[in-house]
């Protein structure tokens, strides 16, 4: 009868699995990919960039609504973002763009459908779209067509995904998903399976970044332990700022991208996690790629020109790591710690007459780094909630001047993040006060973002802050000193 059960269970998986191909779109560059939250099932470190919303969803004790085998959520919403310090981007070369005054006026709809399918198993399509009218407004011939291509307009699939148990105690989930199995609120160091929106640097939290990801996700439970296996044949990457946008500092074209392939080049993360009283654990290994793309000689023998001869290189990295939670009266204390191999890093010289502007020098060989990662929240204020995360990245063999892409690397990167939010009004009002701020002596530059949430009514959330840039001596924000922008947001869940 077990083996009669889990027959049936896999025809069902089957056939929500053919529902989800025809739901999904193929993908394989992330620039033309549209889109992604506690600890495994996340959505969504510049503790936020560019804004992910998912739908809400309101409690109903109809009877008639509890009993259905569906369920239809969405949110409509429109945000604003006004720049007001003078400033241009570095393209086109050489006078920019002017990016005084309106920046965004985005208007968005999220669906989300959840369905009810046989032997406990479930179904979801997280459909979305929105439009900018910004470029309408200020005429789109004023910007890259770089610009125009990732910011205009999007329309894709976040968490699109069936899941159900295959035995008594083994769990499947296939489909866009997302899993987030670290700790920080703001930074990340286990968090790395699924990338981030990182299009407008600042803007939302974290949670709210992550594209979720194609993936096989099996969970094997054994009393308090849960072991986790991720096979994830779908490749995306981070969504970085566009050439021709105030967050990108190049003033010309960026060299193409050697990108791993769709069920080609899979990656491959596991986890065995323990949760008991007032505390839990956790070690975790992946086999996967860099985010972030390095910029290398192609072909590979050195030197070369950046213009006509590199490319930007994915690099497969290893990563063995631990992480764990203690809760102590009204403080939560957490930490992770994680050891990196498979970086290469590429010496450069600014100026070689003759040759060309940028040299690459030389491809080092494979180096290590070593990232921990320390946090406390305190909660014993009524209605208030502070929050420190600190964390150091230390890279191996370290030479004087190495970069990856956009991101020059210090020997020990160091990075805090200090949060406070607070509930006014009967919690109709919250407000947030978070600084990302990078250096021992914040030397390399901070993000600050003050805002406000107000419940108008059930459903209806208006949302205002102001996003602060303090220039630091590396990229990027050693060019987004006057980046500093309004923003205001209006979000009807139903």
């Known amino acids: 009868m077990k083996c009669a059960g889990a027959s049936l269970r896999l025809a069902t998986l089957g056939l929500g699995a053919l529902l989800l191909l025809a739901a999904l779109p193929a993908t394989g560059d992330d620039e033309g990919d549209l889109g992604g939250f506690e600890d495994d099932e996340g959505s969504s470190s510049l503790g936020g960039f560019d804004d992910f919303d998912e739908p809400a969803t309101d409690d109903n004790d109809d009877p008639l609504v509890q009993d259905r085998w569906w369920d239809l959520d969405g949110s409509i919403s429109i945000s604003n973002d006004w ?23 985005r208007t968005r709809l999220n669906v989300q459908l959840d369905l009810e399918l046989p032997w406990d198993f479930e179904l979801r399509v997280s459909p979305y779209i929105w439009y900018d009218f910004t470029y309408l407004i200020r005429g789109i011939s004023n910007f890259t067509q770089q610009v125009i291509d990732k910011y205009e307009w999007e329309g894709d699939f976040q968490d699109s995904y069936i899941q159900g148990p295959l ?19 703001s930074l990340r160091v286990l ?18 970044l992550r594209w979720a990801v194609g993936m096989l996700k099996l969970d094997y439970y054994v009393g308090p332990w849960t072991v986790t296996a991720v096979a994830i044949p779908e490749m995306r990457f981070d969504d970085l700022p566009a050439v021709g946008n105030d967050f990108n500092p190049s003033p010309i074209p960026l060299p193409p991208k050697n990108k791993p392939n769709n069920f080609r080049d899979w990656e491959f993360a596991g986890r065995i996690r323990g949760i008991f009283e007032g505390w839990d654990l956790s070690v975790q290994a992946a086999w996967y790629f860099e985010d972030i793309p390095r910029l290398a000689c192609d072909p590979v023998p050195s030197p070369c020109n950046v213009v006509n001869e590199a490319r930007f290189n994915y690099d497969r990295l290893t990563q063995v790591g ?17 050891w990196l191999d498979g970086f290469q890093f590429s010496e450069v010289d600014l100026v070689v007459p003759g040759f060309g502007p940028v040299l690459i020098k030389t491809d080092r060989d494979k180096t290590s780094r070593f990232d921990g990662m320390l946090g406390v929240e305190y909660y014993g204020f009524s209605e208030n909630t502070i929050s420190i995360e600190a964390v150091n990245r230390y890279i191996f063999d370290h030479a004087d001047v190495v970069f990856g892409f956009p991101v020059f690397q210090r020997e020990n990167q160091t990075s805090y993040a200090i949060r406070w939010t607070a509930d006014w ?36 959330v208006a949302t205002v802050g102001v996003l602060l840039f303090d220039e630091g001596e590396l990229p990027p924000l050693d060019t987004y000193g006057k980046n500093d922008r309004v923003f205001l947001d209006l979000k009807w869940s139903f």
Do not use: C, M
Not at 193 to 203: A, H, I, K, M
Not at 322 to 338: Q, V
Not at 429 to 458: C, E, H, P, S
């Open 191 to 208: 968090d790395i399976l699924n990338p981030l929106d990182n299009r407008t640097p600042g803007r939302a939290d974290i949670e709210d």
């Open 167 to 185: 035995l008594d105690n083994l769990d499947i989930k296939i489909g866009r998903q997302v899993v987030n199995w670290g700790r920080s609120d």
């Open 425 to 460: 009004r009967n919690a109709r009002l919250q407000t947030t006060v978070l600084a990302i701020l990078f250096g021992w002596k914040v030397q390399d530059g901070a993000v600050i973002r003050l805002q406000a949430n107000y419940t108008i009514r059930d459903g209806l």
């Open 322 to 338: 631990a992480g764990a939670n203690y809760i102590w009266g009204s403080w939560l204390f957490k930490g992770e710690a994680a």
């Open 83 to 105: 720049n007001f310090r003078p400033h241009n981007s570095a393209a086109p070369f050489p006078e920019g763009t002017s990016y005084l005054g309106l920046s965004r006026l």
